[in-house]
């Protein structure tokens, strides 16, 4: 034993008799996590997060939450002199004057893009492969409650700089909030503290944006992980894998190094799009005043879909009892996300209510085999694709030389026409594949080499595929269709007849496959 | 010559001198700042207005009429004024392409000797805007930057975005850019409201005001790309965009390398 070894071991065993961390450690440094790209994108969203914290304390040194109203005397010479809260002048000296200010503020913001991003691909990730079924169900909840809050948290940071395009933000979102009947417009006297703008609200939005919102977020990943941590990592299927083993690496050292080796990689690539792409250019905007608006105000991507709702909202307005409804925002600013985000969240509980499956899932499905899922997720996101184009109305409008009323008429008809066509294209597709595996276990693959027999015919020589492949092929479930009885043994209608006959049919809905090679079908085979 | 020269000291020859000096000085510079008279100026301006008549005949009355006053699908042009005039035809605007939505700057078809002499013509019609001069478009000396560009927010940026770069109009009409645009069609856009844009007259933006706006236009057009690429300098849908395809995209190719290697 060397010095160091023996040092090495020394303060190990010093620490191990304090607090008992040799055998947790052994324990869960030797626990084993399947290997695939696409279990890495969650892992972005972690990492962006962190960059977020890093970036954003960097940024609270400089920046004044205040609506304070100060004159301009900063480095930048066109806003020179002009009127702007101190907010917005922080802003401008942080980009300008403080050093290596603006490209902090570009990571943060750029980081706060690739942490949405990341939320969404990894959303749909878990949700085409089925990685949120039993017993995954409360961590999906807890990543849709994360996806929601990242919005809010997005568009709070984006209000805070207090420039034009902000403000006009905080204006729809005033707007929004007014459109909540009966108390909406207390409710929007509470949030700014009086008439908009206020002084109030910036200082109000800060404190969200840096304390409160961020607390919630370490809470909930932390959950989130130990979850993931607790109830182990889905894996792909394969040969050699089941639902009761995890076949990958160990934590130590594999894992842990390409985590870590991760992270950097997000730092830097972060950093690397933050130095050379420009990311909301306050200097241009402008200080925030009512009175004015910019062409092409738009928020970030991950509200732009709300946006481009409210945009194609036909203008529909109800007075009654002393009350205005704008049903042109109450809807697609809030009834129709409600929905949306209250689907996504109950998603598993629907999904085992229509299958009836409540056993426990390790394995992920390959999207094909699940038609009906993968169906409904096509349609959900052609949906939000449509809202969000229509969301670039104006700037699609602009660059392509098209008309912006076309673009809206296009938006109002074919976010209601276009996701039904999605669903069914969507599952047709997913049944083709399914028949095209079938093939290939059945008559292997094409290999392109055609032979001529003796007696003239040309076939094409098929290549049996290997055993592996053939089991991956075969390995998944097929179970049938619920069928719900809609008469009791006694021959008396049930009282839940109706809900019974509804699952029944989404049951046979989702259970429509293409038949997968069953051993009669290899059987056949072999005699031809 | 002697005989001159016993002169030299007489009493009259420095007066003399001088009044033949003098003389001589101010002939000189009449001759030499000599205008044509009146009658041979406006022998010149109608021979400009009748060369301007003639390609306006040619190039532009089928659609505005024999006599500018218009038609059904061109407006009248009697009284638009000689800005006006500069405004479309030297941005090459007119002639129009096509009569789809609305009038496109494009390279102009006319020299511009050709399109004084079609304002030249169209002034004469009746009285309006002229083309403002050299001297009043000292932007530079009589602009402010931080004026103008509060004057372009409150005023031109709904529809020509924050930054000039132009923005959607209702039924494909547009604001075109204002990046790249000559001070002097900036100031004509203002004074006459071409096509969607509405008339800002003196009493709305004072001359002052508009050389603060035609300032900051072009500290705008001249300020390097700050943060890095500027992305099109026309908001979040270009930030999205990037984030949603190269970002994206790169970390994901690394998470598929990384995945890959363990194998």
């Known amino acids: 034993m060397t010095a160091r070894e023996r040092i090495a071991g020394n303060v190990a065993n010093y620490v191990d008799e304090r607090t008992g961390a040799a055998a947790w450690m052994k324990k869960n440094l030797n626990k084993v996590f399947p290997d ?18 890093l970036s954003g304390t960097f940024l609270t040194f400089w920046f004044d939450p205040s609506q304070r109203e100060v004159v301009y005397e900063g480095a930048y010479q066109p806003l020179s002199g002009l009127k702007m809260s101190a907010a917005y002048a922080s802003t401008l000296h942080i980009s300008f004057e403080v050093r290596g200010g603006l490209l902090m503020r570009q990571i943060h913001h750029w980081a706060a893009l690739f942490f949405m991003v990341a939320i969404v691909v990894h959303l749909l990730r878990v949700y085409f492969t089925g990685a949120f079924r039993k017993p995954r169900e409360f961590n999906w909840i807890i990543g849709v409650g994360l996806l929601t809050l990242g919005i809010v948290e997005g568009f709070l940071g984006y209000s805070l700089p207090d420039d034009l395009l902000s403000g006009t933000g905080i204006r729809i979102a005033e707007a929004i909030i007014q459109a909540v009947p009966v108390v909406g417009t207390y409710i929007a006297f509470f949030a700014f503290g009086g008439a908009f703008p206020g002084e109030a609200f910036i200082p109000r939005i800060f404190t969200v944006h840096v304390l409160l919102l961020p607390g919630i977020f370490l809470a909930l990943i932390t959950v989130h992980l130990m979850l993931v941590w607790y109830q182990k990592h889905t894996q792909y299927p394969g040969p050699g894998r089941t639902e009761k083993n995890v076949v990958g690496y160990p934590l130590f050292p594999v894992y842990m190094a390409k985590a870590g080796g991760f992270f950097f990689i997000v730092f830097g690539v972060t950093t690397f799009i933050a130095a050379v792409a420009s990311i909301n250019p306050i200097w241009l905007y402008g200080p925030y005043t009512p009175g004015q608006i910019s062409a092409g ?48 969240a109950l998603y598993p509980f629907i999904e085992s209510w229509i299958t009836g499956d409540k056993r426990e899932h390790h394995l992920l499905d390959r999207p094909r085999n699940v038609p009906n899922r993968t169906a409904i997720g096509a349609m959900a996101l052609t949906f939000t694709l449509i809202a969000l184009i229509n969301g670039g109305n104006d700037i699609i409008a602009q660059q392509f030389h098209l008309s912006i009323n076309q673009i809206m008429w296009f938006s109002r008809i074919g976010i209601l026409v276009l996701p039904p066509i999605a669903f069914v294209i969507t599952k047709r597709i997913c049944i083709s594949l399914q028949r095209a595996d079938r093939e290939l276990v059945l008559h292997g693959k094409e290999t392109g080499r055609l032979v001529r027999l003796p007696h003239g015919e040309f076939v094409e020589v098929h290549e049996e595929i290997s055993p592996e492949k053939k089991w991956l092929l075969t390995s998944h479930e097929q179970s049938g269709a619920l069928e719900l009885p809609e008469i009791d043994k006694a021959g008396v209608r049930r009282t839940d007849a109706i809900r019974n006959k509804l699952r029944s049919r989404m049951s046979q809905a989702n259970a429509e496959v293409a038949p997968k090679v069953s051993v009669q079908d290899l059987k056949e085979i072999e005699h031809h | ?80 004024g000689a800005a006006s005039v500069d405004f479309q035809v030297a941005t090459g605007r007119m002639p129009m392409a096509d009569m789809s939505t609305q009038a496109m700057r494009k390279a102009p078809v006319y020299s511009p000797q050709e399109v004084a002499a079609l304002a030249a013509y169209v002034a004469s019609l009746a009285p309006g805007p002229a083309i403002p001069g050299d001297e009043l478009l000292n932007y530079e000396r009589d602009g402010s930057v931080a004026d103008g560009g509060e004057l372009f927010r409150n005023n031109c940026a709904m529809c020509h975005n924050f930054a000039g770069q132009g923005g959607a109009l209702t039924q494909g009409k547009y604001a075109p850019t204002v990046m790249g645009v000559d001070p002097v069609h900036i100031y004509e856009a203002m004074i006459t409201g071409p096509q969607s844009m509405p008339v800002f007259s003196d009493k709305i933006i004072t001359p002052e005001e508009k050389l603060s706006i035609i300032k900051w236009i072009k500290s705008a057009e001249a300020e390097p790309a700050l943060g890095g690429a500027s992305l099109g300098r026309v908001g979040p849908v270009t930030e999205g965009l990037l984030v949603w395809t190269l970002g994206i995209g790169i970390l994901i190719g690394i998470a598929v390398w990384l995945a890959m290697k363990a194998r």
């Not at chain 1, 994108?41 to 960059?51: M, T």
């Not at chain 2, 001088?18 to 041979?40: E, H, Q």
């Open chain 1, 297 to 344: 105000s738009q928020p970030d991507w991950y509200m732009g879909w709300l946006d481009g709702l409210v945009r194609m909202a036909p203008p529909l307005e109800t007075h009654a009892f002393g009350h205005t409804i704008s049903w042109n925002i109450l809807i697609p600013g809030l009834i129709v996300p409600g929905i949306m985000f209250t689907g996504l």
């Open chain 1, 36 to 53: 695939h790209w696409s279990f890495l994108l969650g892992e972005i969203a972690l990492y962006s997060f962190i960059i977020l914290l």
């Open chain 2, 1 to 80: 010559m002697k005989r001159l020269s016993k002169y030299r000291r007489h009493r009259a020859a420095a007066p003399l001198l001088l009044i033949i000096a003098l003389l001589g000085i101010g002939t000189t510079f009449s001759v030499a700042s000599a205008t044509p008279n009146k009658s041979a100026l406006a022998l010149a301006r109608s021979a400009i207005i009748e060369e301007g008549k003639q390609i306006f005949l040619k190039g532009c009355s089928s659609c505005h009429g024999l006599n500018a006053e218009g038609g059904a699908i061109a407006p009248s042009l009697i009284g638009v």
